[in-house]
């Protein structure tokens, strides 16, 4: 039997870092880019084999290494799912995610991996079982994860996150429109995540002031969100991206973005994600998505995704 199974991209819309240090944070699903999984029969006796088809990398859960995340999420599933010998099969990974950029695409393979293999078992894994399988393999590549991206993949739908507390469900009044620039600059989330640390060691006081100030504005955005009150999200998204520079994680390639989406008459944009490259969003109106995304792509970014939230 061959089985397909992806999980989407995501975004964080506000409240990066913060998150780490227990404010609020609120992500959605970007189903437009997704990981997929493919499950396909192996021959009798060859155990579980993983295909990177992006990478142009097969590993062989036999003998991949223990912190490998993709053997790790195939264990990981095995073993919660009570299940002592891997099927034979292999099961190849492509995604359309971009690496290293803000849109969980570590997260979105972990958890294609793990359904796909669920399924191939005969089992099903809810999104609470899902997520917490893949905040496993998340420590693996992040160090100290909120668990924000594990929880809006595996739920697949906007969530108001805090750490360490289920997510809270909440409802979007009116659908909006965001275009999402891509750097080209892979920035890994380990290192910016420690970097945020050191400096909140350094200073305690000034990074807390400014945790609390996201804080703040994460829960006037979801209040504008359930609301419908779409125009109060462009200044909290300025807001939350100047912060993000005084936390020390924006970049001059993100500001310079930022910056284009604004001339070109976007209602508000920052950095999403861990920053320092990676990806931009910019709140805009539907007809303004060509005239935006050229201002970006004048302004250096690679590839833009326009969606809808809600
Ligand atoms: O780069 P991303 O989208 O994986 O975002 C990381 C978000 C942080 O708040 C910086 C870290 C975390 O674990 O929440």
């Not at 964080?12 to 870092?17: R, V």
């Not at 950029?101 to 958890?111: C, K, L, P």
Request: glycine share 10%; aromatic share 4%.
């Amino acid at each position: 039997m061959r089985v397909t199974v992806s999980a989407p991209g995501k975004v964080i819309l506000f409240g990066e870092h913060a998150v780490v240090y227990g404010r609020p944070a609120i992500a959605v699903p970007v189903t437009q880019v997704r990981a997929t999984a493919e499950v396909e029969p192996g021959s009798a006796g060859g155990g579980l084999r993983i295909v990177a088809a992006d990478l142009g990398r097969t590993l062989s859960l036999v003998d991949a290494p223990e912190d490998e995340p993709l053997t790790a999420i195939v264990r990981l599933t095995l073993a919660h799912l009570g299940i002592e010998t891997a099927p034979d099969a292999v099961i190849t990974i492509r995604s359309t995610i971009p690496i290293a950029s803000g849109m969980g695409s570590g997260a979105a393979v972990s958890s294609a991996l793990a359904k796909a293999l669920a399924v191939t078992c005969g089992r099903d894994l809810g999104p609470e079982e899902l997520s917490a399988l893949v905040f496993e393999v998340e420590k693996l590549y992040h160090g100290t994860p909120s668990g924000i991206d594990n929880t809006v993949i595996a739920y697949e739908r906007p969530v108001y996150f805090i750490k360490g507390q289920p997510p809270q469900p909440f409802h979007i009044a009116h659908p909006f429109t965001l275009a999402i620039a891509d750097t080209g600059i892979a920035s890994p989330t380990k290192i910016a995540v420690a970097d945020v640390r050191r400096a909140w060691q350094a200073d305690r006081d000034r990074y807390e002031r400014l945790f609390d100030r996201v804080g703040e504005i994460v829960q006037a955005a979801r209040r504008a969100i359930e609301e419908g009150n779409v125009d109060a999200l462009g200044p909290l998204l300025d807001e939350n991206h100047r912060l993000l520079q005084e936390i020390g994680v924006s970049s001059a390639e993100l500001d310079r973005l930022a910056g284009a989406a604004r001339a070109a008459g976007a209602q508000g944009a920052k950095l999403c994600g861990a920053g320092r490259g990676g990806n931009l969003i910019a709140l805009i109106r539907p007809d303004q998505a060509r005239s935006v995304s050229e201002a970006l792509r004048a302004a250096g970014a690679r590839s833009i995704i326009v969606t809808q939230v809600g």
